[in-house]
C-alpha cells in the first residue's frame, strides 16, 4: 500500500516564494501573449473602425477583407508560402547536418589539429569579408534565379551554433567513442548512430535557429533572385506592403481607397510568424536544455 503524503505537508509546500513565482510567471506570459492577440484582432477589424476607434482587443467591426486580399486567387502568397517552406525545410536539414558533423569532428580528440580548426571557424564570427565578394561567389557557383539561391548562401553554417553543438559534444563521455572505435565503427557511424541522437536536445535548438532564419530570410531573394516566381514569403510580403500597384494586382475589382492599409499590416504578421509558432512547441523542451549545456560545457 503507497504511503500518501498528509495534508499539512502538502499545504507546507505552498511558500510564498512559490506563489509569487507562479503570479509573476503567469503576469509576464500575459504581457508577451497581449501583443500577439491585438495583432490578430487588428487583422480582422475593418479600417474605419481603427481609424475611429484606435487599436481594440474586442474588433467593434468584423472584417476579414485583408485575408482575402492576401490569399485571393491573384495573389501569389500561396505559391510564396510554398517556395518558403521547401527552402526551409531543406536548408535547415541541410545546414544541421552540416553544423552536426563539423561540430562532431572538433569534438573528437582524435581529430589532428582541431583547436586550430576551431580558430578557423571563429575568424568569420568577428571579420566579415562585405557584400560585394559575397554576391561575387554567388554569381561564380551560379546561384542566380533558381531555387538554389535561396538556400545555399546561409547554408554555410553559423559558426556560433557549430561551437554550441561541438561544446555540446564535448560534454558527451569520451568512453561512447572508445567503445564504438573498439567495435570497429567508423566516425561516420558514430557520429550519426551516437553523437547524433544523444546531442537531440542541442541539435533541436540550432534547428530552431536555422529554421527561423530561413523563414524570415528575405535578403537573398532581393540580391539573386529576379524570377517572380521564386520569391519567397517574406520578399513577397514586402512588395504587398511597399507597392500600390501590387495590391491593386491581387484583386484588380477592389479600389486602392478601399484596400486595408493597417489591418492588412497585422495580418501579413500574422500570416508570417504562423508557421514558426506551431514549431516552437515541438523544440521548446529541447530549447533550454541544449542552449544551456551548450553554452556553459567544454
Known sequence: MSARIPIQNRIDKITPFKVFNHIFISVLAAACALPLILVLMISISTDASIKQYGYQLIPKDFSLSAYKIIFSPYSSVVPAYGISGLVTVAGT???????????????????????????????????????????????????????????????????????????????LPDS??????????????????????????????????????????????????????????????????????????????????????????????IVTIGPIIFLYPYLQRYFVRGLIIGGVKG
Open 93 to 171: 536539414l541541410m545546414a544541421v547536418l552540416i553544423t552536426g558533423m563539423a561540430a562532431f569532428a572538433l569534438a573528437n580528440k582524435n581529430v589532428a589539429r582541431r583547436n586550430t580548426l576551431a580558430i578557423y571557424f571563429f575568424v568569420p564570427m568577428v571579420f566579415n569579408a562585405g557584400l560585394v565578394p559575397w554576391y561575387m561567389m554567388c554569381r561564380s557557383l551560379g546561384l542566380m534565379d533558381n531555387i538554389l539561391a535561396l538556400i545555399v548562401p546561409s547554408l554555410m553554417f553559423s559558426p556560433f551554433n557549430m561551437f554550441l553543438c561541438r561544446n555540446y559534444m564535448r560534454s
Open 176 to 269: 561512447l567513442l572508445d567503445s564504438a572505435k573498439i567495435d570497429g565503427a567508423s566516425d561516420i557511424v558514430i557520429c550519426m548512430r551516437i553523437y547524433f541522437p544523444l546531442s537531440l536536445p542541442v541539435l533541436a535548438t540550432v534547428t530552431l535557429f536555422y529554421g527561423v532564419g530561413y523563414w524570415n530570410d528575405w535578403f537573398n531573394a532581393i540580391m539573386l533572385v529576379n524570377d517572380h516566381k521564386l520569391f519567397p514569403l517574406q520578399y513577397m510580403l514586402y512588395r504587398l506592403q511597399s507597392e500600390i500597384a501590387a495590391l491593386q494586382r491581387l484583386d484588380p475589382n477592389v479600389p486602392v481607397a478601399d484596400l486595408p492599409g493597417e489591418s492588412l499590416k497585422m495580418a501579413t504578421t
